[in-house]
Nanobody
Framework: EVQLVESGGGSVQAGGSLRLSCAAS????????MGWFRQAPGKEREEVAL???????NYADSVKGRFTISKDNAKNTLYLQMNSLKPEDTAVYYC???????????????WGPGTQVTVSS
């Protein structure tokens, strides 16, 4: 059974940083595309960052230059380093895992329960 568990969320002031982690079990992070998504209250879920098996990264325009997605294959964990946080980054952040090595048009079959990130002005 695949399980993804996010951690690292919390409350910070604007300009601060957080690092989200997504620990995977029953799934090998090095073999597949993985990503981070977020959903703010009253808004649709949006893609934040994707990482494929050869290290190619894609970011939403709103987070480029501030967020970095990475994997630690030895720990089987996905990360999202978030710097220069803004109030508009406030959302529940979800880790997602696919079944392909590439991320373009990938379907994400597995999702974590999410972790809340709140950024105050």
């Amino acid at each position: 059974e695949v399980q993804l568990v996010e951690s690292g969320g919390g409350s910070v002031q604007a300009g601060g940083s957080l690092r989200l982690s997504c620990a995977a079990s029953g799934y090998t992070v090095s073999n597949y595309c993985m990503g981070w998504f977020r959903q703010a209250p009253g808004k649709e879920r949006e893609e934040v960052a994707l990482l494929n098996t050869v290290g190619s990264r894609n970011y939403a325009d709103s987070v480029k230059g501030r967020f970095t997605i990475s994997k630690d294959n030895a720990k089987n964990t996905l990360y999202l380093q978030m710097n220069s946080l803004k109030p508009e980054d406030t959302a529940v952040y979800y880790c997602a895992a696919g079944r392909t090595s590439y991320c373009r048009n990938a379907d994400f079959d597995y999702w974590g329960p999410g972790t809340q990130v709140t950024v105050s002005s």
